[in-house]
Antibody
Framework: EVQLVESGGGVIQPGGSLRLSCAAS????????MSWVRQAPGKGLEWVSV???????VYADSVKGRFTISRDNSKNTLNLQMDTLRGDDTAVYYC????????????WGQGTLVTVSS | DIVMTQSPDSLAVSLGERATINCKSS????????????LAWYQQKSGQPPKLLIS???TRESGVPDRFSGSGSGTDFTLAISSLQAEDVAVYYC?????????FGQGTKLEIK
């Protein structure tokens, strides 16, 4: 059974940094296309970044240059390093796995809340 | 970027009645080489992560009740629920995965009338 469990969220001051992790089981992260998707309180879904199985990455313009997506193959985890955080980064962050390369998001974690506030 | 626009923003339907949600993309999401529409529908219940209902515009995920159906091609798509059940109360999102940045519709809130 595929499972995704996010961790690392919390309250952080503007300008600060935070690292999110997504522990995967039931499949191999390095063989999958993995994304981070966020949802601000009471708002819709916003895709943040994707890490392809080949190692390529793409970012939303809103986080480009501030966020870095990566994976740890030894731990089968997906990570999101978030720097220079702003108030509009406040959201629940979900990791999601594409159900096949270039497919829809078949599996989602429960999410971790990041609150950027002074 | 491909903009996804859903209509309506909210919808109230009686139990047992049909519910229909529309989604329009600003660009074609049909990939001509494989004739697949890169369009998905998700259901998000309160306090839960999204759940994939339909991919490739019309392929129902395993375990999704057959009262849910997806249709459309190119730029215009529809999610239909043939006979609304109480457990279908949720926000529904369409999403294109044709190209990055992947984009979602703004969501449609479905309630019981």
């Amino acid at each position: 059974e595929v499972q995704l469990v996010e961790s690392g969220g919390g309250v952080i001051q503007p300008g600060g940094s935070l690292r999110l992790s997504c522990a995967a089981s039931g499949f191999t992260v390095s063989n999958s296309y993995m994304s981070w998707v966020r949802q601000a309180p009471g708002k819709g879904l916003e895709w943040v970044s994707v890490l392809y199985s080949g190692g390529g990455t793409v970012y939303a313009d809103s986080v480009k240059g501030r966020f870095t997506i990566s994976r740890d193959n030894s731990k089968n985890t997906l990570n999101l390093q978030m720097d220079t955080l702003r108030g509009d980064d406040t959201a629940v962050y979900y990791c999601a796995r594409e159900g096949g390369l270039g497919a829809a998001f078949q599996n989602w974690g429960q999410g971790t809340l990041v609150t950027v506030s002074s | 970027d491909i903009v996804m626009t859903q209509s309506p923003d909210s919808l109230a339907v009686s139990l047992g009645e049909r519910a229909t949600i529309n989604c329009k993309s600003s660009q074609n999401v049909l990939y001509s080489s494989n004739n697949k529409n890169y369009l998905a529908w998700y259901q998000q219940k309160s306090g839960q992560p999204p759940k994939l209902l339909i991919s490739w515009a019309s392929t129902r995920e395993s375990g999704v009740p057959d009262r849910f159906s997806g249709s459309g091609s190119g730029t215009d798509f529809t999610l239909a629920i043939s006979s609304l059940q109480a457990e279908d109360v949720a926000v529904y999102y369409c999403q294109q995965y044709y190209s990055t940045p992947y984009t979602f519709g703004q969501g449609t809130k479905l309630e019981i009338k």
